[in-house]
């Protein structure tokens, strides 16, 4: 037997990492140690969770066993007719590329499941599409008809995401036992009505604003003030926009059911504006620095251009570009990732947490690779990207329980009852949750 590990210098995620690695039955005595030193750390938040006060013992670590050649033959087909039939088959595409995501993510041995009909999926991108030729050629008859159908399809939209919601969880499964989500209406709405307002009261003053201009270009030079409400309602929408996810990340999770229990999230509004606030620290100076570095080479250029006659090869202007495209893709890859942090350490369903550990310079490594590989590949390469990140998602994704899964899962199964198609079903938003 080897050395014993000296546990009381590990962190907590170094005391879950070795639970979930130990050989139980070559130490069961470790084991039962790293139980019982995780459930009493004092620290006890994975990264960026704020509620301790439950944590279990047990890990149930996620994996995807799905292969970039078997995804790219399901994938290829799926371009091809859907090209062919001019959309119609991207109903059934979604099914196929659904299922075969969901059949290869596993937790505790069992996969999940997807159960959505293309009929379904179709008939919602039908009525998609009626909306969107609706607001297209509204803009052909005048600006009051395109203001009517815009206005209609902003007010619909709150009510279709909570039945797209409905339909994506309703459609997934575990062992048997089928998600669902609660639909409150009256919730969504109150969500949605103070960004909508804002942003209905800031495109009355451009519409206004541009108005002026057009009829009297001269009068706005000294007119400062007519400049005020198109500056300052951008930035209070910005500064709202933290608080307006963190009610709908709130909304989707506590509505959200496995059988009869509940999800619950414990986090607060702070910390969404905490990973906001740390990104802009970051992006804002990084585009100045960047900015005054592209105007001193281009000034540089310029320079070489007039006394050689030479103009610069494509090569220097990618030295140029480089360094934005990364600080961008870094900019996505920290808040999608500590958002994922966030919310999956926060998300619990009855003593059962979820615990995410991605980690930012590794996304933004797969974003890169990720974003040349499909762009050198003309996009070929899209379905070993996506298996890609995938796979790495779900190995750092774990289910935390206070008890047997599959006691948890049985009690669901005897007191689920059947759900029943809803007209919501026909609405196929997709926001990935």
Same mark, same amino acid.
């Given at each position: 037997?080897?050395?014993?590990?000296?546990?009381?210098?590990?962190?907590?995620?170094?005391?879950?990492?070795?639970?979930?690695?130990?050989?139980?039955?070559?130490?069961?005595?470790?084991?039962?140690?790293?139980?019982?030193?995780?459930?009493?750390?004092?620290?006890?938040?994975?990264?960026?969770?704020?509620?301790?006060?439950?944590?279990?013992?047990?890990?149930?670590? +996620?994996? =995807?066993?799905?292969?970039?050649?078997?995804?790219?033959? %399901?994938? /290829?087909?799926?371009? $091809? @007719?859907?090209? &062919?039939?001019?959309?119609?088959?991207?109903?059934?595409?979604?099914?196929?590329?659904?299922?075969?995501?969901?059949?290869?993510?596993?937790?505790?041995?069992?996969?999940?499941?997807?159960?959505?009909?293309?009929?379904?999926?179709?008939?919602?991108?039908?009525?998609?599409?009626?909306?969107?030729?609706?607001?297209?050629?509204?803009?052909?008859?005048?600006?009051?008809?395109?203001?009517?159908?815009?206005?209609?399809?902003?007010?619909?939209?709150?009510?279709?995401?909570?039945?797209?919601?409905?339909?994506?969880?309703?459609?997934?499964?575990?062992?048997?036992?089928? +998600?669902? =989500?609660?639909?409150?209406?009256?919730?969504?709405?109150? %969500?949605? /009505?103070?960004?909508? $307002? @804002?942003?209905? &009261?800031?495109?009355?003053?451009?519409?206004?604003?541009?108005?002026?201009?057009?009829?009297?270009?001269?009068?706005?030079?000294?007119?400062?003030?007519?400049?005020?409400?198109?500056?300052?309602?951008?930035?209070?929408?910005?500064?709202?926009?933290?608080?307006?996810?963190?009610?709908?990340?709130?909304?989707?999770?506590?509505?959200?059911?496995?059988?009869?229990?509940?999800?619950?999230?414990?986090?607060?509004?702070?910390?969404?504006?905490?990973?906001?606030?740390?990104?802009?620290?970051?992006?804002?100076?990084?585009?100045?620095?960047?900015?005054?570095?592209?105007?001193?080479?281009?000034?540089?250029?310029?320079?070489?251009?007039?006394?050689?006659?030479?103009?610069?090869?494509?090569?220097?202007?990618?030295?140029?570009?480089?360094?934005?495209?990364?600080?961008?893709?870094?900019?996505?890859?920290?808040?999608?990732?500590?958002?994922?942090?966030?919310?999956?350490?926060?998300?619990?369903?009855?003593?059962?947490?979820?615990?995410?550990?991605?980690?930012?310079?590794?996304?933004?490594?797969?974003?890169?690779?990720?974003?040349?590989?499909?762009?050198?590949?003309?996009?070929?390469?899209?379905?070993?990207?996506?298996?890609?990140?995938?796979?790495?998602?779900?190995?750092?994704?774990?289910?935390?329980?206070?008890?047997?899964?599959?006691?948890?899962?049985?009690?669901?199964?005897?007191?689920?009852?059947?759900?029943?198609?809803?007209?919501?079903?026909?609405?196929?938003?997709?926001?990935?949750?």
């Amino acid at each position: 037997m080897g050395t014993k590990p000296d546990y009381d210098s590990y962190s907590y995620n170094d005391l879950v990492d070795s639970l979930n690695n130990i050989d139980r039955d070559k130490y069961p005595e470790r084991y039962e140690e790293l139980k019982s030193r995780i459930s009493n750390f004092k620290e006890t938040v994975p990264e960026e969770s704020e509620d301790n006060s439950e944590l279990s013992a047990n890990m149930h670590q +996620f994996e =995807f066993t799905g292969k970039a050649g078997e995804f790219f033959s %399901i994938w /290829i087909v799926n371009v $091809l @007719l859907s090209i &062919v039939t001019l959309g119609i088959y991207s109903a059934w595409a979604k099914v196929r590329k659904e299922t075969y995501f969901y059949g290869n993510t596993q937790l505790d041995g069992s996969s999940f499941r997807y159960h959505a009909k293309p009929m379904q999926i179709l008939k919602g991108r039908i009525i998609a599409f009626i909306f969107f030729l609706a607001y297209y050629f509204s803009g052909y008859v005048n600006t009051t008809a395109a203001g009517i159908v815009i206005t209609a399809i902003a007010v619909m939209m709150p009510a279709l995401i909570v039945m797209s919601l409905a339909f994506r969880m309703r459609n997934s499964s575990y062992r048997n036992v089928r +998600f669902n =989500f609660e639909k409150d209406f009256k919730q969504v709405y109150a %969500i949605f /009505i103070t960004p909508s $307002l @804002l942003l209905a &009261v800031y495109l009355y003053f451009i519409i206004e604003f541009q108005k002026n201009i057009v009829a009297n270009p001269d009068a706005l030079k000294d007119d400062f003030s007519s400049y005020l409400p198109i500056m300052i309602l951008p930035l209070l929408i910005g500064l709202m926009y933290p608080l307006f996810e963190y009610f709908l990340v709130k909304f989707r999770i506590n509505h959200s059911r496995f059988g009869k229990s509940e999800f619950g999230f414990t986090s607060g509004a702070g910390s969404f504006y905490a990973i906001y606030l740390i990104a802009a620290a970051v992006f804002i100076p990084g585009i100045f620095i960047i900015t005054f570095t592209m105007t001193m080479i281009m000034g540089a250029l310029n320079s070489a251009i007039n006394s050689t006659g030479v103009p610069p090869g494509p090569f220097m202007m990618l030295i140029v570009m480089v360094p934005m495209m990364i600080l961008y893709l870094w900019l996505f890859a920290y808040i999608q990732t500590r958002k994922t942090n966030l919310i999956y350490n926060n998300t619990r369903i009855q003593g059962h947490q979820l615990h995410s550990k991605l980690q930012v310079f590794d996304m933004t490594y797969l974003y890169i690779t990720n974003t040349l590989a499909i762009a050198f590949s003309i996009g070929l390469l899209a379905p070993w990207a996506m298996v890609r990140t995938t796979r790495y998602k779900m190995s750092c994704t774990s289910l935390l329980s206070d008890e047997s899964l599959n006691d948890f899962v049985a009690t669901q199964t005897s007191e689920q009852s059947a759900y029943g198609e809803e007209i919501g079903e026909m609405f196929d938003i997709d926001l990935g949750f």
